[in-house]
């Protein structure tokens, strides 16, 4: 016997940013991360709305969902900037040990630094299917998965986010 089900659903939650977010510092000439210590932990409330339906045969789940954030921590270009480098086989001066940090020597490379961004959001939907495959006369407990997601994110104004986790 079949059955069809509606769900909606409400949660919320947040994420702390991680020490690499807030602490990492690697300076070079290939890329240049620059460490932001004043990160604040993002907030989230999820909205999603569900129809399931169960059969004979397994079962199948399309739904929608919006999720809202603030100081959503996304990690940003800044493009070619002058930056400050470490220098590995150059000598120091001062001991003449190999590898200097010059703060007078400068480049000028990609700069990416982790920024809380006020307000974002993700909307989607997702297509999940589990076929129980002794439907078709296979050994008990032997099934097939199927999930689909699309999601598109959007930040201050029309920003689009980097890839997020589904």
Known sequence: SDLL???????TAFRAPTTDEMWLFYPSDVVYIKPNPNLKAERARNFEFAFNWHGN?????????R?????????????NQPTHTYFPNQRDPGDGQMGTFSPHASAHSPLFQNINR????IRGWEVKG??????IGLPKGSYATLA?????GRSDGGVPLNAIQP
């Open 148 to 152: 689909a997601t699309y999601q598109k």
């Open 130 to 135: 589990e076929w129980d495959l002794d439907s």
């Open 5 to 11: 089900t509606a769900q909606v659903k409400y949660s």
């Open 118 to 121: 006020a307000r974002a959001t």
């Open 67 to 79: 999720t809202n954030y603030r100081d959503f921590i996304d990690f940003v270009s800044f493009g």
């Open 57 to 65: 045969w397994g079962n199948l789940k399309l739904s929608t969902f």
